[in-house]
């Protein structure tokens, strides 16, 4: 009987080998793409929480099987998601040949939980490989084109702490155990041949810049230890940790770099910090925070000794790599050998992070088989700190031990320890782990220099002679500082010569660049020599040249090879702008399938070089010009933008809600500024908001369903309605609704987003499906859609995918769209007839909702760069509109209508501008 029981036993296993052992969570997918021979691979998903608690994502996996032919490395972006890009992770493992399968790209999480009943919302991926040829879905295990609608798929594995929980496996695959580099859930716009700047992965295990993990603490409750961190708090490994002790560290929500919420640490002689494990085997790691202080940190006199992020052996405090402030500088301590950095002489002076404001602070520690251990530090993209030879350290470089950061490489730490008995109060918000630079896309707001005490060379700041321009400076310090990649100077110029301070300076020359693997090297070339370079930072920067050399410039990039891309923004020489896309000279650039085959690009593809004109005379075709379209008004009209500007928030305009919420769709209607305000929640329950000149916000409609905005000649508002998935009518005074349009060849729409209203009443909208699933039955594109004046609708283009901002040209004459294709496309309209579109602008950053001004400029919101475009009607670009969060649409307002109105995340900014927008 028991050698019975035991047979059955066994069966069972072996039938479940492979299989869920649980089917409490979903997996859901739908196939964004249902080419099987193009060149990209795009899988939407979502988890379904079937079982009766909250199940915490950072226990998730889930992995999507198929075949990568041609082994080539690969790129995952994340388009779109409810919980957030941020949260996501994405890596790529190669296994042995199964049927349908050599590769799975994993997911994993970061933070946040679903809800009992609930669901994650979509996850909208794309992957392609590295030199964009085609992949053959065809006999690809995950992939099924005929599931265009989400439904339940269970060759999609899903994984609880390593356990298969649904799915079913490729029959004989292996759990992946390859090596993999993780790609950053960041959205990321694909321009040409360029890698994402976000996320580069290879199945070999190469890594470009892959994100081990990064955390915006926007899912995380309250007064919580941040979901998948653990805690030193009181020198005790994950202690109790409550808002209620004298130190701890837990989410908050009264102060936030990004989004609404950050980590707060109450620390001091006992240490608050949170602590998390790195992967096995990593032997270089970048640590990148956003941080503000209730106390200064560098230039301060006095025998402290304190720190706000490291590296770690073990989980206490033995055996680590401690960054902050030493001996009133801000440099290194080394424990157990109690060394410390920088040397005596550099002791209570050099740079700072100042209190009160936010800071971009980030630490690289590069170990394994360099010659020398090094450990870099930037604040707002400044270097300040270097260790790379003994002679760096006060007390002998740790025993003499040129490997000083083996075995370290264990845990990563952010928090507040202060050895000098220092009570503060510090916030983190947007930390990023990674393998390779990170950056600051944008500077903080607010801030200053923080290093502006220090005029010395980057590639010399822990020399004992840093203001000289002698020898010092040697070509191997200089290649040294220079491979760190994230706004180190490696030029033997003089200091005045330094980098990456972050704000462009009233002399010199700026130069705001990105590369798409972090390694990238770019040359300033002025009147023929070259007068500085850098590595570049995956984010965008400004690299900063304040020499008086003169003649022509040029930005030259010289190392093009392994995914490397450079992607240069502008220049600014002695405060003018000169876009990069507006200049004649591109040796760079891949166009017509050559290398330097096109013009008018600010992406160099191949080594090659952008000429910006000459240090006197200006670039041949400056971006501060207006417009060649001056349809609606003349000089009457106002001078439209040019350069860098920033908008600021309107007081009184914050989000009332107690979750997280976007605005969107703002229109000009009577005097004030009306938009939708709609939540994450199930069925985005959206709402329409009244600002007023005076900063007084009200509600208008209380449950509108709607996302993009118009109004019609009766002063009603049009809006795009999510909830009833068409073109809904609300009369203004009464807030009653009608519909105006919700069906298409008889099926329902997906989910309407952005409107336009011609001056006959024609309607143009799109219609994705970020918000709602396209319903059985319904529309099988994400489209571009006209209704005409008797309500008949007609498809314009369903080729897009997913259509977002749309808007009309004064004359009404040119429709434009946009969408995560990441290009502006233009349609022509004559005697009402829309002709097949063109692309005018590309490589935008998750294009959103658009404006135009009565010049014919179009004002783009790019939601995850934070900031507006402005591109005249012919795509050149004529300024940059920042603003300190993500953002998804602007109008023109104001008695005079030259205020510029932008909508985002829970808030609202303006900037007065010396041009009107077209009427509504």
Known sequence: MKSFIGVCMLLSWSLLAGQALAQNLVVQYRAADTSAGDNQIKPHLRIVNESSSSVPLSELTVR????????????????????????????????????????????????????????????QNRLAKDNWTSFDESDDYSFDPTKTAYANWDRITLYRNGSLVWGTEPDGASSGSSSSSSSSGSSSSSSSSSSSSSSSSSSSGSSSGGSFFNSSFELDAVDEQPAGWDNFIGWVFNNSNNISQPR??????????????????????????????????TDTVYLRARVYMSKKLGNEAGDNHEHIMGIKATPDANDEIRFGQIKGHLGTNEVPSDD????????????????????????????????????RAWVDGQLVHVIDSIDDWNNGGVGGNTRWLDGKFNYVMFGWHSFSNNNADVWMDDVVVADAPIGCDNPPSGSSSSSSS?????????????????????????????SSGSGSSSSSSSSSSSSGSGSSSSGGITVRARGTAGS???NLVVGGSTVANWILSTGYQDYVYRGDATGEIQVEFDNDAGGRDVQVDYIQVNDETRQAENQSVNTGVWANNQCGGGSNSEWLHCNGHIGFGTTGSGSSSSSSSSSSSSSSGGLACGEPPSGFLAATAVEGANSTRTEASLYEGAVWIDGALYFSDFTFSAGFPSRIQKLTTAGVMTTQIADSGSNGLAVDAQGDIVAATHK????????????NRTAVASTYNGNVFNSPNDLAIANDGTIYFTDPDFQHDPAAGGQPVTGVYRIDVNGEVSLIDGSLNNPNGVALSPENDVLYVNGNSSVLRTYPIINGQVFPGTDLVQGLMVPDGMTVDCHGNIYIAEYNAQRLRVFGPNGSQLATISVDAKVTNAAFGGDDGKTLYITGEGRVWKIGLDVTGTPY
């Open 64 to 123: 999507y099987w198929y075949t990568n032919e041609g082994g080539r490395p690969q790129n995952h972006w994340c388009d779109w998601s409810q919980i957030g890009c941020s949260n996501i992770s994405g890596s790529f493992h190669s296994i042995p040949a199964v049927t349908g399968a050599d590769n799975y790209l994993e997911l994993s999480f970061s933070g946040g939980s679903i809800a009992a009943g609930g669901n994650t919302g979509d996850i």
């Open 248 to 281: 701890y560290a837990l989410v908050d929500d009264t102060r936030a770099f990004s989004g609404t919420k950050s980590v707060h640490f109450k620390g001091g002689a006992a240490p608050a910090q949170i602590v998390r494990a790195l992967p096995p085997g």
């Open 340 to 375: 410390i950095s920088p040397p005596q002489s550099q002791w209570f002076s050099g740079p700072e992070i100042t209190a009160n404001e936010w800071h971009c602070v980030e630490v690289g520690m590069l170990g394994g088989d360099r010659p020398y251990h090094e450990l």
């Open 454 to 482: 220090s005029s010395s060379s980057s590639s010399s700041s822990s020399s004992s002679s840093s203001s000289s321009a002698s020898s010092s400076n040697s070509s191997s310090s200089s290649s040294s500082s220079g």
């Open 520 to 522: 990238e090297h770019i």
């Open 724 to 735: 009833y998935s068409g073109i809904s009518r609300y009369e203004f005074t009464t807030g």
